[in-house]
């Protein structure tokens, strides 16, 4: 609003008014525009499911959001677009196992967030975790489940069901595959228990979900044990050659026998 | 007799007159120079590797031959005590135990024992046997223009004897008994000749395996399949629920249960061809495993970009879009399972896969 | 009564003389004792896959007294933990027995695959040698058209051997042999189902391959590397061009003792190649497969390597189908049928198509050096980078996981690569050969650098040359290149001392150079030199 210049100042008490004025007005714009900023913008607490309040791990763990997820996810979890998906309904376990294996934070977008050195602290991921969960609720790993022991698990089942499920994208070694376009489904062997069973239930990024209705605790649980037999027992027969199958055994043979017996046939004939 | 082993370079054309090889005072050399006259071949160079004996270079080359073959000796010990002593029987490899090492201390002991033998013997072939180069007259080539005449008339002269050439009713005879004899060779192969009929239009969801009516949906262990046993997002692999349905004796029947996201799911009933129509059950849609490429199980459901890779040839099938490939080598999409849920919840095919499931061939489309 | 006297020492004369009254022996023998053969290390990779085959024999015997051919299903009960009470075929359920309950079945596994491996690879490194050198030109056309066959009954015979276990890895690949065999016009649904005896797959592929790979394809492979050899030692071996090697000679050293020695020792070598590789490599662990079903399939699935190119082309070749008339040509028909049709045809047609453009009908005995032939080293190689794409798109999936590349990526890059690389390939090689032969050439001309670098008086500087015969007033000479290596480093014309023999320390003193004769001229030993010192 701009005020016309005075010509001749009538009075003082008008231009004392008049600046009062002019600070009256900046005021109340300054009022309209937070009032309707408050009115439309989506609150801070919109979400909060009001008959209970944060726990302290999920107020804890909306600090840390409030820090360092905000930017993709947005300030309830809702998303932002183009930059990361909602994360009302996921569940801790989804939250728990992206964090702990250091795929969240993601370092930039791309194809595939792939596992690096967690940011976070176990702890952390699980204030995380019970943040996500008490905002949106969604799956989580049950307590009944235990992870720590695998014992009286059926291995044998274990294997029929990963060969059925998982070997395809993560290969009978556990040792991971290609997806389409520069996705991954990644190598198993750095991950926990915890994490294995968090990531059947979560449904990371492109993997399948495996819900506990679709794939039982004890299914889930004799999965784990297989996995962990296969990969903790020893090569049987030497050095796997990294469990790559046909393709790293025909390089062997040319790079190992064929160099090794060519070598030889310089030293028994040599060149005449 | 003397052992007179000449060093240096040999004269050639030495002798004048023939060698008498019966003659007792001729030495052994020149016997075996003879022998080897009498192959067409000639000493270029042939000297003894240590003509004086009992040289300590000599000495040394015998050392590193036996050297070798006393360690193959040993390592073959060590194999055969290792193959009866070693503890070998499978068990858990994830502690420290011996028997993971059964196979290569096998393998090493083994190798030992082979290549001491081997370099043994190179050894000794390139540094105790004598230094030589022959030459030898290949005298190879066409035959002798005389041989080659005579061995032709006798040919010709046989083919005239059998009279087959002059004989044009014995030779049209002989044609037609032999031929049809040659063919009756091979007929035992027509046994394993079998009429697909319709054996690869029909898959174990087929109403004609359950009595005549629509075959229900089964997973590996042979539970049935409720809709919401499916996670939104997840996948099952599921079987026709008869009997041996998820063995060998079915393998074209494996079929692909996705549960669809909400828009997802709307996105592919909208872009459902006229025959996949009513094929989804609400969110839930299924497809054969079965790749058309080649027949592999195209398994891989990346559950965000709705791709289905199949992983032996990348082909990749749009979920949304009838599992129409997108990309790689398959030509045909995935054939859509019709899904109904019974009266006690549980997922049925209406009807078997409305065309040929599995890799494509010659009459496919005469369903 | 009287005692007759043995003589030990007459033994071997007097057996040797009973059985030349009886077969007449002592001129045919003689004639292999004293045969010449050629040296070269290039002759003995061959060798490989005759040494290999012989091991190949010998295990898989001991392996078909355990190996169950049958796709009867049963619950395993044996000692691998994870599989225990599985469903599983006879076939499986006896290969994992071999594993884990035969006292050394494992090792003898893992040897009889390393040697299919190392027959097949040795193969091609031998083909290589044979095309390269020009060894299959007349008289030796039916050698190399027994040697082709010999790549493709390995082929079939491997890819039949490591689909007998019946496992979800090489069951997987018999589905899609089985999906090629259908793509084929007209007949092609009655080939699989000729084949598997009905819908895939049956039960009665796996005894059909057991006889096909224990009896009929080792007895064809067997008569046919018999023929193979006995014509190399009718036709006696080519040999390279050199000093009085003539087309008509063979100059070498006998087969008795000297070549058998090598022979000999050399197999031992390769039996000991195989058996270290099966001790500390594994190879096809096929407990971790699990046994074939239809619905399961591992990332990373490949065929052996010798049937990867086959793979890869099949990845690679575009989603062409043919749809007509209510018929279809399927996409798959085009590298896998067509493809691997022209892939045999080509080879075997080779040296004829060769004779027909070089218009070279003589007798050769005497091998090429690679340069002196651009043109067919062009063509080899282009064949071998096209089997290199291949093969390498055979692998793409793990490749592009490995090295975190898109899969589409690798895929459209294979699809290039297989139409650019091959050019590419020949043009290079095409290149390099002259210019190998130019090099050849100039040393003729100009002689051996010597590394003495000298300075004349106005200040310029220049390398000595070592001329290889007497050189006119400008340093050149008149020497023509014959098809020989041509020395191109002075310790080859004995003009340096000769190298200490010994490894670690020399067991004879240096000789004096030029005195083994073979010198093309005398090279001063060099003035005494003072030391020198920092000086003061």
Redesign the interface.
């Known amino acids: 609003m701009t005020v016309a210049a005075e010509s001749r100042p009538r009075s003082r008490q008008r231009g004392r008014f008049r600046r009062l004025g002019k600070v009256a007005r900046f005021i109340a714009a300054l009022a309209f525009v937070g009032a309707t900023y408050t009115a439309f913008s989506p609150g801070i607490y919109a979400d909060e499911p009001t008959d209970a309040p944060l726990s302290i791990e999920a107020q804890k763990g909306k600090e840390i959001f409030d820090q360092s997820c905000i930017t993709c996810h947005g300030p309830n979890a809702q998303g932002v677009e183009d930059r990361g998906p909602s994360l009302i309904g996921v569940g801790s376990a989804a939250v728990e196992f992206q964090v702990n294996t250091g795929r969240m934070p993601m370092a930039r977008q791309e ?1 595939q967030a792939l596992r690096k050195p967690a940011m976070f602290t176990p702890e952390e991921a699980a204030f995380l975790g019970a943040y996500i969960q008490s905002i949106g609720g969604g799956p989580e790993v049950p307590d009944t489940v235990d992870l720590d022991n695998l014992e009286g698990a059926d ?2 089942n ?3 069901l990963f ?3 998982c ?7 556990t ?11 990644p190598d198993i062997h750095p991950a926990s228990s915890v994490e294995i069973y968090q990531a059947m239930l979560s ?1 990371p ?7 506990d ?2 794939l039982t605790p004890d299914q889930k649980r004799d999965l784990i044990a ?1 996995i962990k ?2 990969q ?10 990294g ?5 790293t ?6 790079l ?3 160099v ?3 070598i ?9 | 007799m003397s052992t007179d082993v000449p060093s240096g370079e040999e004269k050639k054309d030495e002798q004048a007159e023939p060698l008498d090889v019966l003659d007792s005072g001729v030495t052994r050399f020149e016997l075996v120079k003879e022998a080897l006259r009498r192959d067409g071949v000639e000493i270029l160079h042939y000297e003894p590797r240590f003509p004086i004996p009992g040289t300590k270079e000599e000495k040394r080359v015998v050392r590193t031959i036996s050297f070798f073959f006393v360690l193959a000796g040993l390592a073959a010990f060590g194999f055969i005590a290792a193959y009866i002593w070693w503890p070998w029987e499978y068990e858990f490899g994830g502690a420290d135990t011996w028997s993971k090492w059964y196979t290569p201390v096998l393998g090493a002991l083994l190798g030992i024992a082979l290549g001491g033998v081997g370099i043994g013997i190179l050894t000794w072939s390139k540094k105790l046997l004598p230094v030589e180069e022959l030459m030898q007259e290949r005298h190879d080539g066409a035959s002798d223009p005389v041989e080659r005449r005579l061995t032709g008339a006798t040919l010709a002269h046989i083919g005239d004897e059998t009279g087959v050439a002059r004989r044009p009713m014995l030779k049209r005879a002989l044609l037609f008994g032999a031929a049809p004899l040659g063919l009756a060779a091979l007929m035992p192969i027509g046994g394993l000749i079998k009429d697909p009929g319709d054996a690869l239009f029909t898959t174990g969801f087929n109403p004609k395996f359950n009595g005549g009516n629509p075959v229900r949906l089964m997973r590996e262990d042979g539970t049935l399949i409720r809709p919401e046993e499916i996670s939104v997002g997840g996948q099952i692999t599921a079987f026709p629920a008869i009997p041996g349905g998820a063995t060998l004796e079915h393998a074209d029947s494996p079929t692909l249960l996705i549960h669809l996201r909400e828009p997802d799911a709307a996105e592919a009933r909208a872009n459902a061809y006229e025959m996949n129509q009513g094929s989804q059950w609400e969110n839930i849609i299924a497809y054969s495993k079965i790749c058309t490429h080649v027949g592999c199980p195209a398994s891989l459901y990346e559950q965000q970009t709705n791709r289905l890779l199949c992983p032996c040839h990348q082909s990749q099938f749009h979920i949304t879009n009838n599992a129409t490939p997108i990309f790689g080598p398959a030509t045909r999409a995935l054939p859509q399972l019709p899904l109904g849920v019974d009266e006690e919840g549980y997922l049925y095919a209406t009807s078997d896969y409305k065309v040929a499931i599995g890799p494509a061939f010659w009459e496919r489309e005469k369903k | 009564m009287k005692r007759r006297k043995l003589d030990v020492k007459q033994l071997p004369a007097k057996a040797a003389g009973e059985l030349d009254d009886r077969f007449q022996l002592a001129s045919p023998l003689r004639k292999v004792l004293t045969k010449v053969f050629p040296d070269h290390w290039s002759f003995l990779l061959g060798e490989i896959a005759l040494f290999s085959f012989i091991v190949l024999l010998l295990t898989g015997t001991f392996l078909a007294l355990f190996f169950d051919p049958s796709m009867t299903e049963v619950h395993y009960e044996g000692a691998y933990a994870p599989l225990r009470g599985i469903e599983m075929s006879k076939a499986y359920e006896s290969s994992l027995n071999l594993s884990f309950d035969v006292r050394g079945g494992l090792i003898l596994r893992q040897m009889h695959h390393w040697a299919a491996l190392l027959f097949m690879a040795s193969i091609v490194v031998h083909m290589g040698r044979t095309f390269f050198t020009g060894a299959f030109r007349k008289p030796r056309e039916t050698n190399w058209l027994i040697g082709v066959l010999l790549f493709w009954l390995g082929f079939a015979e491997g890819f039949i051997g490591y689909s007998l276990p019946d496992d979800a890895l090489s069951g997987t690949g018999l589905r899609i042999a089985g999906g090629i065999a259908e793509s084929i016009p007209l007949v092609g649904s009655w080939v699989s189902f000729a084949l598997f005896g009905g819908e895939f797959p049956g039960d009665s592929v796996i005894p059909m391959f057991y006889i096909l790979h224990v009896f009929l394809l080792p007895g064809i492979l067997l008569a046919l590397i018999g023929i193979h050899v006995g014509l190399v030692l009718i036709q006696k071996h080519t040999q390279w061009p050199g000093p009085k090697r003539t087309e008509h000679n063979v100059i070498g050293y006998r087969m008795f003792p000297n070549y058998v020695s090598k022979q000999g020792g050399f197999f031992m070598l390769v039996f000991s190649v195989i058996a270290l590789m099966a001790g500390l490599f594994q190879i096809n662990p096929i407990w971790m497969f699990g046994p074939y079903r239809a619905e399961v399939v591992s990332a990373g699935s490949q065929p052996d390597f010798y049937v990867m190119f086959l793979d890869g082309i099949v990845r690679l070749f575009p989603a062409w189908e043919i749809r007509a008339f209510g018929f279809t040509i399927p996409a798959v028909f085009w590298p896998g049928i067509v493809g691997m049709g022209l892939f045999t045809m080509l080879p075997l047609m080779y040296p004829f198509l060769e004779r027909r453009f070089t218009k070279d009908k003589a007798h050769h005995n005497l091998l090429q050096r690679p340069r002196d032939v651009p043109a067919r080293a062009g063509v080899g190689a282009m064949a071998l980078s096209f089997w290199v794409v291949c093969t390498l798109s055979g692998a793409n999936d793990i490749i592009a996981d490995k090295f975190n590349i898109s899969l589409n990526a690798m895929t459209w890059g294979g699809r290039i690569g297989l139409l650019v690389v091959p050019p590419l390939a020949y043009l290079m090689t095409y290149r390099i050969c002259l210019g190998l032969q130019q090099h050849d050439r100039e040393v003729l001309a100009h002689g051996v650098e010597t590394g003495i670098i000298k300075r004349d008086p106005d200040g310029r500087f220049y390398e000595v040359h070592q001329p290889l015969a007497q050189p006119d007033e400008h340093g050149h000479t008149s020497l023509e290149y014959n098809g020989w290596t041509v020395p191109k480093k002075m310790n080859r014309l004995g003009a340096l001392a000769p190298t200490l023999k010994g490894f670690f320390k020399p067991i004879e003193q240096a000789e004096k150079p030029g005195a083994n004769g073979d010198g093309s001229g005398e090279v001063e030993e060099g003035e005494k030199r003072e030391e020198i010192s920092a000086g003061k």
């Open positions: 194809a291995v044998a274990g294997g029929t060969r059925v499920n070997s395809s994208c993560h290969a009978f070694s040792g991971g595959g290609a997806l389409s376009s520069g996705k991954s489904a449904g990024q492109n993997m399948p979900v495996f819900a209705n679709q297989y037999y296969i903790d027992d020893q090569a049987q027969g030497g050095w796997d050659l469990a790559f199958g046909p393709s055994e025909g390089l062997a043979i040319f190992v026998g064929i090794a017996l060519a030889a046939t310089l030293w028994i004939a040599g060149k005449s």
